[in-house]
T-cell receptor, first 111, second 114 residues
């Protein structure tokens, strides 16, 4: 059962622009995580935000969480061609002790 | 890839044959997971382990079995491979299953069942 759902499914931007990806989920969570996957590689953890947190930063990444709307957003500022990848949100909690991944969204950053 | 080795990286097999994929970690993490990744479905959990000889089913466990006889190794077996099991398989590890459940992934195994 899919917990998180990313939106948009694909995004194409120019280098230097900001990229915003959204994730909506269905049940209560303990934390929400974002992962990146480069083509042909495994997923890499980017950032984790707990249910009692509203915003978190890591380098060029900014994550927000709105538990009342059951949604999260990942903002990548000043994007680079190397940010081209698929991005996944993953939800932990809501009665399940497993991390449940969304289907992912593809970000293309054009040089 | 965080001390995780998946083998083989690529495999082509025929329908009805048994297949075993191996995940080896050098991090001494307690939790290990097998996922499959398919277009339109994202990442789905097959089985996971929370210790040596302790395993449990995930979302899509039918047709798969696992074993963990050592902390560092987690094997995924397709008893009789079918074309629907053509997929990319990822192993992941995690030191904790609580609120710090960050997972670290291997590079994946691309399996084709003809």
């Amino acid at each position: 059962s899919q917990q998180g759902e990313e939106d948009p499914q694909a995004l194409s931007i120019q280098e230097g622009e900001n990229a915003t990806m959204n994730c909506s989920y269905k049940t209560s969570i303990n934390n929400l995580q974002w992962y990146r996957q480069n083509s042909g590689r495994g997923l890499v953890h980017l950032i984790l935000i707990r249910s009692n947190e509203r915003e978190k930063h890591s380098g060029r990444l900014r994550v927000t969480l709105d538990t009342s709307k059951k949604s999260s957003s990942l903002l990548i500022t000043a994007s680079r061609a190397a940010d081209t990848a698929s991005y996944f949100c993953a939800c932990y909690g809501g009665g399940s002790e497993k991390l449940v991944f969304g289907k992912g969204m593809k970000l293309t950053v054009n040089p | 890839d965080a001390g995780i080795t998946q083998s083989p990286r690529h495999k082509v097999t025929e329908t009805g044959t048994p297949v075993t994929l191996r995940c080896h970690q050098t991090e001494n993490h307690r939790y290990m997971y097998w996922y499959r990744q398919d277009p339109g479905h994202g990442l789905r959990l097959i089985h996971y382990s929370y210790g040596v000889k302790d395993t449990d089913k995930g979302e899509v466990s039918d047709g798969y079995s696992v074993s963990r006889s050592k902390t560092e190794d987690f094997l995924l077996t397709l008893e009789s491979a079918t074309s629907s099991q053509t997929s990319v398989y990822f192993c992941a590890i995690s030191p904790d299953r609580g609120t710090k459940n960050i997972q670290y992934f291997g590079a994946g195994t691309r399996l084709s069942v003809l």
